[in-house]
Structure formats: C-alpha cells, structure tokens
C-alpha cells in the first residue's frame, strides 16, 4: 500500500482540498473494496466512514 502523499499547498490554499481528496481517495477505494469482499454493502460502508470521519478525534496522535 502506498503512503499518503503530503500537502504541496499551505494551508488557506484553494487547491488543498482537492489535493487532499485526491491524496486520500485510493486508499478509502482500497478500504471500501475490502469492506464489500467481506460482505458489507458499499453504502454500508460508506455510512460506516462518513460516520467515523464525523466524530471527534479520540486520542490519536493526529491533530
């Protein structure tokens, strides 16, 4: 599996966000290929992802 690749844009930047998705949207593909092989529907999954990306971070070591 490859890394995430980091921002190239600062902060406040337009170009960010999409840099982010796009940094971002192989790896949630891999996790929701994954969750439909095991036999979860992929709008269960991406239920599932939306509702954990909503909550508050809960002492991981990421900001």
């Known amino acids: 599996m490859q890394?995430?690749?980091p921002p190239e844009?600062?902060?406040g930047d337009?170009?960010?966000a999409g840099e982010c998705?796009?940094?971002l949207e192989s790896k949630v593909q891999q996790v929701l290929e994954e969750a439909c092989r095991v036999g979860w529907t992929r709008e269960e999954a991406v239920a599932a992802l939306l509702d954990i990306a909503q909550r508050p971070a809960s002492g991981g070591t990421f900001p």
Request: aromatic share 0%; proline share 17%; charged share 60%.
């Open 3 to 5: 890394p995430v690749k």
């Open 9 to 11: 844009h600062d902060e």
């Open 21 to 23: 998705r796009d940094a």
């Open 14 to 16: 337009p170009k960010r």
